[in-house]
């Protein structure tokens, strides 16, 4: 009978001894894990089909925006999408050559918790896809046990692959702000051998007509990518495809209270079907856009009951189980920077929170979401130092990566795989940490 310590030694140092050489992020480690997270049947078959969810999702955000400009639909719904951003970035949102598209990479975060699971939001230029990939690999491979990965060994790099159609060359800009990415992303085009793919910088700008981009650099971060413009300017002459796509529209969290808002519910029910529509209001929390404009007396926000959000501050701290966070546009809109969790702070701080969220509102809105406490699991990860397994209660983010391939009607999102990051139990909100556990998952 083979010793599981010894079999969990073996897998851990493959696992650690497979890490290419120039890393795959930078400065960044994590706990390794001889084995994979595991899902249940049902939760894996929902991620199986949540992509087609997303993508209509994304198809009609991108119409919602469109008929609030043309007047056809709410004129405040562009309002808020535009709020904040420079007039050029706004033109070019509208671009009559990129009216039809959409990010081709869709990865929600995913909070497990003793109610099921929330989506608390969606990125459309996430990090990870490279890791991801090595990490399904590497697990497949294991000679101690060979995981059934989801998504397959090959799922993550075949998938990126296929968002890009016919293009000859994939250019891939990262910029200095998502540097720490750089290495992933290295690794991952040198693992594709069916075509050409280069890691650039942003003073790259030797495209060619027929070129295919992959833009992994933010927004609101245009002025530091001196590259920017040009790359725009040959997408909006159809020269390069782009992706994602330079609207900002999508990069924005408070796309979950536009599906939450009660004015536009005839408009996600026709555009998402009654099904998806539905299926979506049961994962994601409910979310508010932190708008000061005073309320008439005899009115409250819907689901809160409060009638001036300055009224989040008389909260108790039972009460304050609600996240703020910056909508987008924003240095601190992404890894996890400028997101404050009402419970987890005492009155003062949380006021302070509250106002700075309402100070915000003219450059860059906040958003107030319900939070799910993510459930503790059980997961273990490899000592090397005293070549142990040690076991550790964690709190699980779940990220699935659909691949979006096809053009219109024909576009289809295909799961490459899920990342797991688990951070110790006392961590209130779970993001990519020294002393969390990185794993695939497997069904």
């Known amino acids: 009978m083979s010793d599981p310590s010894s079999a969990a030694d073996a897998s851990a140092r493959f696992i650690r001894d497979s890490i290419p ?8 480690t994590w706990r390794i894990s ?11 078959k929902e991620f ?21 400009v043309e007047g056809s639909a709410p004129a405040w719904v562009a309002e808020v999408l535009d709020r904040g951003k420079p007039p050029e970035l706004i033109a070019l949102q509208r671009d009559p050559a990129l009216k039809n598209e959409i990010p081709r990479v869709i990865r929600p975060d995913v909070l497990l918790s003793d109610e099921g699971f929330a989506i608390s939001e969606l990125d459309s230029v996430p990090g990870g896809i490279g890791l991801t990939h090595w990490l399904n690999q590497t697990y497949a491979a294991s000679p101690s046990q060979s995981w059934p990965v989801i998504g397959g060994a090959m799922g993550m790099r075949d998938g ?55 833009r992994f650099f933010e ?57 998806f529509y539905l299926r979506l209001l049961k994962h994601v929390p409910r979310t508010w856009v932190i708008d000061p404009t005073p309320l ?8 809160l009951e409060l009638t001036d959000w300055r009224q989040l501050k008389g909260l108790s701290q039972r009460e304050r189980e609600l996240i703020l966070k ?39 809105p906040y958003v107030l979401q319900r939070f799910h406490r993510p459930r503790i699991v059980d997961s273990t990860w490899y ?38 990051t688990i951070v110790p139990a006392d961590k209130k909100i779970v993001h990519g940490m020294n002393d969390g556990i990185l794993v695939p998952c497997v069904v």
């Open 48 to 68: 199986e089909s949540l992509g087609r969810v997303l993508l209509q999702f994304y198809r009609a955000v991108n119409l919602l925006y469109r008929r609030s």
């Open 296 to 303: 008439p007396p005899n009115a409250a926000y819907p689901g």
């Open 219 to 275: 927004l609101f971060d245009l002025a530091q990518v001196p590259n920017s413009g040009r790359i725009f300017e040959l997408a909006r002459a159809k020269q390069v495809r782009v992706t994602p796509p330079p609207k900002p529209i999508f990069e924005e969290k408070l796309l979950f209270a536009l599906l939450w808002n009660r004015n536009l519910r005839e408009f996600w029910r026709q555009e998402l079907g009654e099904g």
């Open 160 to 214: 990126f692959v296929s968002i890009f159609g016919k293009a000859k060359r994939v250019h891939l800009v990262v910029s200095e702000e998502s540097a720490s990415y750089r290495p992933e992303m290295i690794w991952l085009a040198q693992q594709i051998q069916d075509g050409e793919f280069s890691v650039r910088n942003t003073d790259f700008t030797e495209f060619a007509p027929g070129d295919a981009v992959y």
């Open 21 to 28: 050489a120039g890393g795959l992020f930078q400065g960044a």
């Open 383 to 420: 000592d090397f130092a005293s070549n142990t397994l040690q076991s550790m209660p964690g709190r699980v983010r779940l990220c699935p990566y659909y691949f979006v391939s096809g053009d219109g009607e024909a576009a289809r999102a295909k799961l490459g795989g899920v990342l797991a």
């Open 326 to 364: 910056v909508s987008g546009y924003s240095p601190v809109a992404w890894g996890a920077r400028g997101v404050y969790l009402g419970s987890d702070l005492n009155t003062s701080d949380w006021s302070v929170a509250v106002e700075q969220a309402l100070a915000g509102w003219s450059q860059s």
């Open 34 to 44: 001889p084995e994979p997270f595991r899902l249940g049947e049902s939760l894996a």
